[in-house]
């Protein structure tokens, strides 16, 4: 049973530009979180998918925005890149959209703005 | 708002000694907690999780924590730490949100290092 995957593994990219980072959730599972966890911190929250709209967002600027596909896998978006949105981006994804409260987590996007 | 506090940043324990790692929360309904390992440059692997019932939870690797509801605390503890133990350790809180759905917060880790 695969797990929670992501693309790319590393990213590099300049200010100013944008950015599109892609998740598949672990089978069986209909919600797909995505988390910015910064040098020396804990994840914190963006937003999360279930049934291809948006339902929660957390404290993150419009310039982050998302996809999620009829087969539950879904994209992160960053325009306008700025020097502080260098992080390593994580997808998690949970099933019957988090009633049971966990979640289970992809290896990770490090995304490194120039 | 949920905040999750933890009080340690490094901590550093001999192979074979026993480890607790601290947690505190704040949260104002009864709440799902977990702790999460994360190896350098990896994601976050579950290592167990409360979301009622039993306050002494058992998890992955010989880990287990004990929620402990008048001391909102949820500590993280192994009898006998192996090398291979050694990484950064998250505890979060997780909480329903209005209108569906729910995340995790997190606290700043704890890193572990293991002396031979």
């Known amino acids: 049973d695969a797990g929670v995957t992501q693309s790319p593994t590393h990213l590099i990219k300049t200010r100013g530009q944008q950015v599109t980072l892609r998740c598949s959730p672990k089978?069986?599972?209909?919600?797909v979180s995505w988390y910015q966890q910064a040098l020396g911190q804990g994840p914190q929250f963006i937003f999360q998918?279930?049934?291809?709209?948006?339902?929660q967002r957390g404290n993150f600027p419009d310039r982050f925005s998302g996809h999620q596909f009829p087969n539950y896998s879904s994209e992160l978006n960053v325009n306008a890149l700025l020097l502080g949105d260098s992080a390593l981006y994580l997808c998690?994804?949970?099933?019957?959209?988090?009633?049971?409260?966990?979640?289970?987590f992809g290896p990770g996007t490090r995304l490194t703005v120039t | 708002a949920q905040s999750v506090t933890q009080p340690d940043i490094h901590i550093t324990v001999s192979e074979g000694a026993s480890l607790e790692l601290r947690c505190n929360y704040s949260?104002?309904?009864?709440?799902?907690l977990f702790w999460y390992v994360q190896s350098p440059g990896q994601g976050l692997q579950l290592l167990l999780k409360?979301?009622?019932?039993?306050?002494l939870v058992q998890g992955i690797k010989g880990f287990e924590a004990e929620f402990k509801r008048s001391q909102s605390s949820f500590n993280l503890r192994k009898p006998s730490v192996h090398w291979s133990d050694a990484a950064e350790y998250f505890c979060?809180?997780?909480?329903?949100?209005?209108?569906?759905?729910?995340?995790?917060?997190f606290g700043t880790g704890t890193q572990l290092k293991v002396e031979l």
């Open positions: 998690a994804s949970s099933p019957d959209w988090g009633a049971r409260g966990e979640q289970y």
């Open positions: 089978s069986g599972h209909d919600t």
């Open positions: 998918y279930y049934e291809e709209e948006e339902r």
């Open positions: 949260y104002g309904a009864t709440p799902y």
């Open positions: 409360y979301f009622s019932g039993d306050t």
């Open positions: 979060a809180v997780g909480a329903r949100l209005t209108g569906g759905g729910n995340k995790l917060t």
